[in-house]
């Protein structure tokens, strides 16, 4: 079955950096929207980063010009670039891809920021 892997989750001091990565099989992945949510901790699920198959990105406000999405479709992945990371951007990362009706989630990755 379809299955999206993320990793590169951790705990990290406030100011620092992480890159998450979502590895996925079975797709045609290079279709696909691919998405990055976080969900902290009593909160809903929040879109932070999205990279269309063309290679558009758009990014939730609270991130911009902190975090980066990139995609690598040779080998199914696609990355959450986090720099000057906040306590508040502590959370469980997930990644979501979407293609028509179907998507497809992740089992998420803890990133807990330190202040």
């Known amino acids: 079955q379809v299955q999206l892997v993320e990793s590169g989750g951790g705990l990290v001091q406030a100011g620092g950096s992480l890159r998450l990565s979502c590895v996925a099989s079975?797709?045609?992945?290079?279709?696909?929207?691919m998405n990055w949510y976080q969900q902290a901790p009593g909160k809903q699920r929040e879109l932070v980063a999205s990279?269309?198959?063309?290679?558009?990105?758009t990014y939730a406000d609270s991130v911009k010009g902190r975090f980066t999405i990139s995609r690598d479709n040779a080998k199914n992945t696609v990355y959450l670039q986090m720099n000057s990371l906040k306590p508040e951007d502590t959370a469980v990362y997930y990644c979501?891809?979407?293609?028509?009706?179907?998507?497809?989630w992740g089992k998420g990755t803890l990133v807990t920021v330190s202040s």
């Open positions: 979501k891809a979407v293609w028509g009706g179907a998507f497809y």
């Open positions: 079975r797709i045609t992945f290079s279709s696909y929207l």
């Open positions: 990279i269309s198959a063309g290679g558009t990105t």
